[in-house]
Antibody, heavy 121, light 107 residues
Framework: EVQLVESGGGLVQPGGSLRLSCAAS????????MDWVRQAPGRGLEWVAR??????????EYAASVKGRFTISRDDPKNSLYLQMNSLKTEDTAVYYC????????????WGQGTLVTVSS | DIQLTQSPSFLSASVGDRVTITCRAS??????LAWYQQKPGKAPRLLIY???SLQSGVPSRFSGSGSGTEFTLTISSLQPEDFATYYC?????????FGQGTRLEIK
């Protein structure tokens, strides 16, 4: 059974940092692109970042709203995905979801339960 | 960035109704479009990918169509568990973008 479990969310002050983790199981993690998607309270979905697999040289993509502040990374032997978030702003407050992209279609076929990040003074 | 505009934003319907949600892209995305369902407090669920392919495990009452800039999600006969918010998504170009959502409620 595919499982994605996020952790690391919490309350942080503006300008602060936080590192989210996503523990994956039930599939061959190294084969898949992985993404972070966020959802501000009462709002829609916003794609944040993508980590491609080893076959694609672990290249990354970012939304303009987080580029230069957030860094996506992965540790294939640990089946883990990370999101380092620096210089946090109040508008980064959201539930952050870890998602798996299907190896054949690249659509988000599995999602974690999400972890809440609140940026507030 | 490619903007995705869903219509309507809110839809009230009854069990057994046939409903259609439209997603219009600001530029062509070929068939690189997906539909997701989200219930309150839960993560989204992939329903349709590549505009018209049904994700494994999704009931056949859900169907998708379209190409280029106009797409539709159809639910042929609404069931009580289908009342949720639906989002379209394009993966043709970065940044990956989502529509603003369509909230489907019971009439």
């Amino acid at each position: 059974e595919v499982q994605l479990v996020e952790s690391g969310g919490g309350l942080v002050q503006p300008g602060g940092s936080l590192r989210l983790s996503c523990a994956a199981s039930g599939f061959k993690f190294s084969d898949h692109y992985m993404d972070w998607v966020r959802q501000a309270p009462g709002r829609g979905l916003e794609w944040v970042a993508r980590s491609r697999n080893k076959a694609s040289s672990y290249t990354t993509e970012y939304a303009a709203s987080v580029k230069g502040r957030f860094t996506i990374s992965r540790d294939d032997p640990k089946n883990s995905l990370y999101l380092q978030m620096n210089s946090l702003k109040t508008e980064d407050t959201a539930v952050y979801y870890c998602t798996r992209s299907s190896s054949s279609t690249r659509y988000f076929d599995y999602w974690g339960q999400g972890t809440l990040v609140t940026v507030s003074s | 960035d490619i903007q995705l505009t869903q219509s309507p934003s809110f839809l009230s319907a009854s069990v057994g109704d046939r409903v259609t949600i439209t997603c219009r892209a600001s530029q062509g995305v070929s068939n690189y479009l997906a539909w997701y369902q989200q219930k309150p407090g839960k993560a989204p669920r992939l329903l349709i990918y590549a505009a018209s392919s049904l994700q494994s495990g999704v009931p056949s009452r859900f169907s998708g169509s379209g190409s280029g800039t106009e797409f539709t999600l159809t639910i042929s006969s609404l069931q009580p568990e289908d009342f949720a918010t639906y989002y379209c998504q394009q993966v043709n170009l970065y940044p990956i973008t989502f529509g603003q959502g369509t909230r489907l409620e019971i009439k």
